[in-house]
């Protein structure tokens, strides 16, 4: 396993001094944000020149890229083209995973299967893999509905965020049944009454995740994911997340 940051971790920081910043606090290694809005670059503009995207992203510091979160906002017709191109960039750059959000609750589960399969197919044709976000206020806030997604998606995996089974409304029941799917972590610390509190605060047990991680066989990312906050010092965070992390590999 290794330990890096997403770019998510600097809304309003202009995306080429992401880095600058994550190399300052000594991350050797970078999950970039493909999202239409706010993201580090945009599916669209990938889809418009696909070389000049693969230049843009190997131009990282020397920081390895663990993987691509990919947000579309695109109509039907424009959004598979778009996926397609962003897969097609992660190949070109030597990326495995590729993370996509679930759909929002209410959607038929047919449907989404469906939109799961397509998804998967595509970034197969790249040698890539998708994996499926946790997320709260999506399918993916039951765990159960995670599992059952990777079990009738053939190759899907999922982007497992603790906080998600920690503060969402599913809190308090085991997501260990997820661990087997598991291709990429996104970590904050986290309580049943907050989504995000200072390092150290919360219900987190890093140490039994990452244990329980590496009897599965896990070799991937631990990637930091924590957001600015009033009165709270943002670095001094993921300096203390990336601390702790490699403390515990």
Not at 102 to 116: A, D, V
Not at 140 to 157: E, I, L, R, Y
């Given at each position: ?23 300052d606090l000594e991350y050797t290694a970078v999950e970039l944000a493909l999202h239409e809005h706010n993201g ?210």
């Open positions: 396993m290794l330990v890096c940051a997403s770019t998510e971790c600097f809304p309003d920081v202009a995306p080429r001094d992401i880095l600058d910043l994550l190399v580090w670059l945009r599916p669209s503009e990938v889809l418009a020149d696909v070389d000049r995207a693969a230049a843009i992203c190997r131009d990282t510091h020397r920081m390895d890229i663990t993987a691509l979160s990919i947000e579309i906002d695109a109509p039907a017709d424009q959004y598979y083209h778009q996926f397609d191109a962003c897969c097609k960039l992660a190949k070109a750059i030597k990326v495995v995973t590729l993370l996509v959000p679930s759909s929002e609750l209410g959607t038929p589960f047919n449907e989404e299967i469906e939109r799961l399969r397509k998804l998967t197919a595509l970034a197969a044709l790249q040698g890539v893999v998708v994996a499926l976000k946790t997320q709260i206020g999506r399918m993916t806030q039951d765990a159960d509905t995670a599992v059952v997604f990777c079990d009738n998606v053939k190759g899907m995996g999922l982007s497992l965020d603790p906080s998600c089974y920690i503060a969402g409304p599913y809190q308090g029941r085991n997501y260990d049944k997820t661990l087997k799917h598991v291709k990429h972590v996104h970590l904050r610390d986290s309580t049943k009454q907050k989504f995000q509190v200072r390092i150290g605060q919360g219900e987190i047990d890093y140490g039994r995740l990452i244990s329980l991680l590496q009897k599965e066989g896990y070799d991937r990312a631990l990637s930091v994911h924590i957001l600015p906050q009033e009165e709270v010092d943002h670095r001094g965070e993921l300096r203390k997340a990336r601390l702790l992390l490699e403390s515990l590999l």
